[in-house]
């Protein structure tokens, strides 16, 4: 069964930084591209970023461009967000999200999902 | 960037009904097109890619139609369960990849 396991969101001031994990399990975690997708309270689906299977193309959202980081270990499993310069409107539920297009061909759409780890940027 | 659009942004629909719900992209995005399901308090869950194959366990009465600029989802015959947020969403041109604003289907 796969499963995807957010954590690190939490409570920060603005202009403050944060960290996301995402712990992946169930699947052959280097075959596939992984993403980040935030939703804002009561709104819709935002991409964040996107990290090809071995890191060699990562790719942003201008919104984050020059402020998120993103990157894996493919020997933990895991995905990561580095967050720098928060404003209030990153506030988000963040996903974690598994490409479904296998190997270097990633697909760009999104076949599992973790349950989300919330920030909230406020002073 | 390509801007998605979905229209209505709410759907008031009996269960046993049908549901047609409308996405257009801003250009072409061929048939790279993906619908998700997101119930509240819930992460949302892959429907279609590819415009109209259906993802791994998802009923029948879910299909997809299109290619190009214009896409639908249709439910042909609304169950409870069915009531939700429906997403479409583009992956022909990325970065970004980007998402509709979403179709709420509620009870009529």
Known sequence: EVQLVE????????????????????????????????????????????????SGSIGYADSVKGRFTISRDNAKNSLYLQMNSLRAED???????KDSGMGIAAAGNFDYWGQGTLVTVSS | EIVMTQSPATLSVSPGERATLSC??????????AWY??????????????????AT????RFS???????????????????????YCQQYNNWPPLTFGPGTKVDIK
């Open chain 1, 7 to 54: 954590s690190g969101g939490g409570l920060v001031q603005p202009g403050r930084s944060l960290r996301l994990s995402c712990a992946a399990s169930g699947f052959t975690f280097d075959d596939y591209a992984m993403h980040w997708v935030r939703q804002a309270p009561g709104k819709g689906l935002e991409w964040v970023s996107g990290i090809s299977w071995n």
């Open chain 1, 91 to 97: 506030t988000a539920l963040y996903y974690c999200a």
């Open chain 2, 24 to 33: 257009r992209a801003s250009q072409s995005v061929s048939s790279n097109l």
């Open chain 2, 37 to 54: 399901q997101q119930k509240p308090g819930q992460a949302p869950r892959l429907l279609i890619y590819g415009a109209s194959t259906r």
């Open chain 2, 57 to 60: 366990g998802i009923p029948a």
């Open chain 2, 64 to 86: 997809g139609s299109g290619s190009g600029t214009e896409f639908t989802l249709t439910i042909s015959s609304l169950q409870s369960e069915d009531f939700a947020v429906y």
